[in-house]
C-alpha cells in the first residue's frame, strides 16, 4: 500500500482546524485521519473497535499526538504505541501546546520523536507545519514494507 496517512490526534476543534489549515497551506496532500481521543487512536492504530474493519495494511507514515486528551491521555497513547511491535517504530510527534517541562521529558522517555509546542499565532504554527512537513514527510526515509507485512 501507497497510502502516506498522517494521524492527527487531537481534542480541540479549534486545534484541529489550525492543524488542517496549516497542514493545507503548506500543500501536504497525505490523507489525514483525525481521532478526537486517545481510545480512538489506540483503536485506529490497532484496527479495533470503530476501526476493526480498516485496512490493517494502511499504517500512518507519522503521528501527531496531542497530550491532553479524554479517555486516554496522549503519554499513554505513546507508551502503548511503543510497546506493540506493529506499531513501535512509528514517528510520532507530540504537538502539545504543553510546555511543562515534565511533559518534554515523559514524551521522549516513552520514545516521541520529537515534541513541538504548538505556537498561539497561526504564522508561527504554519512555519511549524511546514518544518514538520518537510522533514517527517519529504526528507525522512521512511522503514521499509517491513513493518507492514504483520
Not at 503548506?26 to 489525514?32: A, D, G, I, R, S
Not at 502503548?80 to 515534565?102: H, Q
Request: hydrophobic share 45%; charged share 30%.
Amino acid at each position: 500500500m501507497d497510502n502516506k496517512v498522517i494521524l492527527l490526534v487531537e481534542d480541540n476543534p479549534d486545534d484541529e482546524a489550525l492543524t488542517l489549515r496549516a497542514l493545507k497551506k503548506n500543500h501536504v496532500l497525505n490523507e489525514v485521519v483525525v481521532v478526537r481521543n486517545g481510545l480512538e487512536a489506540l483503536d485506529y492504530l490497532f484496527a479495533t473497535g470503530a476501526y476493526a474493519d480498516r485496512d490493517r495494511r494502511v499504517i500512518p507514515q507519522l503521528i501527531l499526538l496531542d497530550l491532553k486528551l479524554p479517555k486516554i491521555d496522549g503519554l499513554e497513547v505513546l507508551r502503548r504505541i511503543r510497546a506493540d511491535d506493529r506499531t513501535r517504530l512509528l514517528p510520532v510527534v507530540i504537538l502539545t501546546s504543553s510546555d511543562e517541562e515534565r511533559d518534554v521529558i515523559a514524551g521522549y522517555k516513552l520514545g516521541a520523536n520529537s515534541y513541538v509546542r504548538k505556537p498561539v499565532e497561526f504564522t508561527q504554527f504554519a512555519e511549524a507545519v511546514r518544518q514538520l512537513k518537510l522533514y517527517w514527510l519529504v526528507l525522512n526515509e521512511v522503514l521499509p514494507n517491513e513493518r507492514t507485512n504483520r
